[in-house]
């Protein structure tokens, strides 16, 4: 490319406008530095532009960003792109000009024209900015300016980055510390209560001074059941919680009736949660599926016990239908509702509701587990619900398991 049969244009408002639209409008510094190499270049001749950024834990530099443009397209591989200019730029935090020591007119890539830039800010360095051209003119006082323009402006996008991942990690760590403190306050919780009846009623039927008929003591042993039984429920959560999060349970996938599997389920939760009201309209026929029958029953059970704490005085609603490449499972009842602020975290692991019944147990474990159960399957589960009227936790699994 001949410099004097394509001049520059004159530097005015106009590019600096645009340049400044740039770094406004563009998400990341990639992008306006992608965008800027198309639009500088009738105002300011380069052929290769390079970003390094210095990585502060080791000190060493990375091309982050590099185009090669004009002359150095055509023979990338073999130019040279700055790195030893830019530890210089950057160990000084000073611009560095470099310009051959002899013309070689024959061969304009061995003539580059160096202007290196420090990307930093008053108080911390980022990297350096290099523009590398081959052959003629070398770089005017007032091109200089503007790539330092440049320079500075990218600066503070990238400083503007930095802060955001900054803060977003965190913002990570606070509500990983958050989870934690729910952890230890739940657990405590749910292993207290359990523990206080189981250690109560012992200590009652031992008394040597007190003689309880045989209608008490079974009474006395049955809570003791029952809140070993929740003790036992805990710990199997949390085991599986754990597994799950670590990806340690191995599915044993199999050809699955649903409607069977449904049918069988509701048996046994008929003779343990009598109270419970269920109705189902399953189609007919409907597709077997590959799962895991016992991972299966863990979700719908968990689902369904959850509609009796939650929703006690409500009816619950299967629906089951067959969809392209699989089916489709709703689970609805006429409850309560969840507030729509909580229900993006409602799979999140530990979390529990606010605002529902104090007297309700929980570890907040349940729905975390059927989540991470269904996306093992390779399936979905979402919800819908509203306030007064009700929830329905919505589950698609696939008909095969690839």
């Not at 008053?122 to 323009?149: D, N, T, W």
């Not at 955001?164 to 207290?192: G, P, W």
């Amino acid at each position: 490319m001949n410099h004097k049969e394509n001049p520059m244009k004159d530097l005015d408002a106009n590019i600096f406008y645009q340049i400044v639209q740039t770094f406004w409008e563009m998400k990341s510094w990639r992008e306006s530095a992608n965008q800027l190499v198309k639009m500088i270049r009738p105002y300011f001749i380069f052929d290769n532009l390079v970003v390094y950024l210095l990585d502060p834990m080791n000190l060493t530099l990375e091309a982050a960003f590099a185009k090669a443009t004009g002359r150095g397209k055509s023979a990338e591989a073999d130019v040279a792109w700055g790195e030893i200019i830019a530890a210089r730029v950057i160990e000084s935090r000073q611009i560095v000009l470099q310009e051959p020591e002899e013309a070689d007119p024959l061969n304009r890539l061995k003539q580059p024209y160096t202007l290196a830039l420090p990307l930093a800010t008053p108080s911390q360095v980022f990297g350096a900015l290099v523009f590398i051209r081959f052959g003629s003119p070398p770089y005017s006082a007032e091109q200089i300016k503007f790539a330092h323009m440049i320079a500075r402006l990218l600066s503070r996008q990238i400083q503007y980055e930095y802060l955001k991942r900054d803060h977003d990690h965190l913002e990570f760590q606070y509500r990983v510390f958050q989870v934690q403190e729910d952890f230890i306050s739940t657990v405590s919780h749910e292993l207290r209560t359990p523990l206080g009846f189981i250690k109560g009623y012992t200590t009652t039927l031992l008394r040597t001074d007190a003689n309880w008929d045989e209608k008490t003591q079974r009474e006395f042993l049955s809570i003791i059941d029952n809140e070993t039984d929740r003790l036992q429920d805990l710990i199997a959560n949390l085991l599986d919680s754990a597994k799950l999060q670590a990806g340690q349970i191995v599915m044993n996938f199999q050809q699955v009736r649903l409607e069977s599997l449904v049918n069988d389920l509701l048996t046994r939760l008929a003779l343990h949660h009598p109270g419970l009201v269920i109705h189902t309209d399953i189609e007919q026929p409907l597709k077997p599926i590959q799962a895991d029958p016992r991972r299966l029953v863990q979700v719908f059970e968990n689902l369904l016990t959850n509609a009796e704490k939650y929703a006690p005085a409500s009816p619950v609603y299967i629906t089951i239908r067959s969809i392209k490449n699989g089916v489709k499972v709703d689970i609805r009842d006429e409850g309560p509702g969840i507030p729509e602020k909580y229900q993006e975290r409602i799979f999140d692991r530990f979390f529990r509701v606010p605002d529902q019944q104090t007297n309700v147990h929980g570890s907040g474990l349940g729905l975390f587990i059927c989540r991470q159960i269904i996306q093992a399957h390779h399936g979905e589960i979402t919800l819908t619900s509203k306030v007064g009227e009700g929830t329905t936790f919505h589950i698609i699994l696939p008909e095969t398991i690839e």
